[in-house]
């Protein structure tokens, strides 16, 4: 595909905003910039299977969940580092998804989207049963174990660091995805999979490599999140809701392009922070996403980035 401009000026500001706390030494601003940080990651990386291919997983948080679990007992039972734990809890992401891949990229449509809800509730049951991983109530950090990161108050700042890291990494391989070969096949698949299959592309093979690619990196924020956290429990771990906000972003920015899914995750972050401070719509801001998603889907259906290069077609280079 067609390759732009969008990654030279994507990743300096994401890399500006990263900074931003760093200079500042703003403990809030570190809290704000580490949740946006972690919906871009999560946003992207949905975007691979959804924005690209074609396929709407409702159940995506799964990979967050396992992620997030696999690494934190290794921590937890090993004293692991949190480099190596999660990177483990990225490949164990990804290799669930192969498995799973298997059986549920056999389906489309609205049907592939049940069945992924389905995957997400059975292995969070599963999960809530297994007494090594805590059962229902999870497990927890003894602090001792943030002495090798010089501290617990470090220790938060080195997870934000690696979040930094994991975000920028998932939006270049976004980006490379997109603008290769694999990732024209994606979008060949997403227009027309029965077309695509007949004009040589290994549909089977190219969909599980993207639902591999897709888990891979939640997995990976699943398994910092809990780190920062301090404990893990399945309720948190794979919330359906945080599967819904996922899809939210994306299609807010622009789904299948690079852009998009990093836009979509900066204004529902901010978005939800301002609903939720708000005393009469606190509640509801679930609601009124939901509204501003069916707004979106009938009028702006390519989503922000996709209404502006609509509009303004010489932005089309610098905004993909």
């Given amino acids: 595909m067609k390759k732009g401009y969008t990654i030279f000026w994507l990743v300096p500001v994401l890399i500006v905003l990263s900074l931003f706390p760093v200079f500042t030494h703003s403990v809030i601003a570190r809290e704000t910039v580490f949740i ?51 990177l483990a809890g990225g490949v164990m992401a990804a290799l669930v998804a192969l498995a799973v891949g298997e059986a549920v990229l056999r389906l489309r449509g609205a049907i592939f989207a049940i069945a992924t809800i389905g995957v997400n509730e059975a292995i969070k049951s599963l999960v809530t049963n297994l007494s090594f ?62 077309a695509a299959l007949v004009l040589g592309v290994d549909t089977k093979r190219f969909k599980s490599l993207a639902y591999a690619f897709s888990a891979f990196f939640p997995g990976l924020v699943g ?10 429990e399945p309720e948190d771990a794979f919330h ?52 501003v998603l069916l707004i979106i889907v009938l009028f702006a259906p390519g989503g922000i980035v996709g209404y502006v290069r609509e509009r303004f077609k010489r932005l089309r280079g610098v905004l993909e």
């Fill in 36 to 86: 946006i940080l972690m919906y871009v990651t999560l946003a992207a990386s949905l975007n691979i299977i959804m924005g690209y291919t074609g396929y709407v997983s409702f159940g995506h948080i799964v990979f967050y969940g396992i992620g997030g679990y696999t690494a934190f007992y290794l921590m937890h039972r090993f004293g692991l580092h949190l480099i190596p734990a999660i």
């Fill in 133 to 194: 991983l805590g059962g229902a109530t999870g497990m927890f950090f003894n602090f001792k174990i943030y002495r090798a990161y010089g501290g617990a108050a470090k220790a938060i700042w080195f997870a934000y660091y690696v979040m930094a890291a994991v975000t920028v990494i998932t939006v270049v391989v976004a980006y490379l995805i997109k603008t290769s070969k694999f990732g024209l096949g994606l979008f060949s698949i997403r227009e027309d999979e029965d």
């Fill in 223 to 232: 398994a910092i999140f809990f780190f920062k956290a301090g404990n893990i």
């Fill in 240 to 291: 359906l809701v945080k599967s819904i906000e996922m899809i939210f972003m994306v299609m807010l920015g622009g789904y299948g392009t690079v852009s998009g899914p990093v836009i979509g995750a900066v204004l529902y972050e901010r978005l939800k922070g301002m609903l939720l401070v708000n005393p009469l719509f606190k509640d509801l801001h679930m609601a009124i996403s939901g509204l």
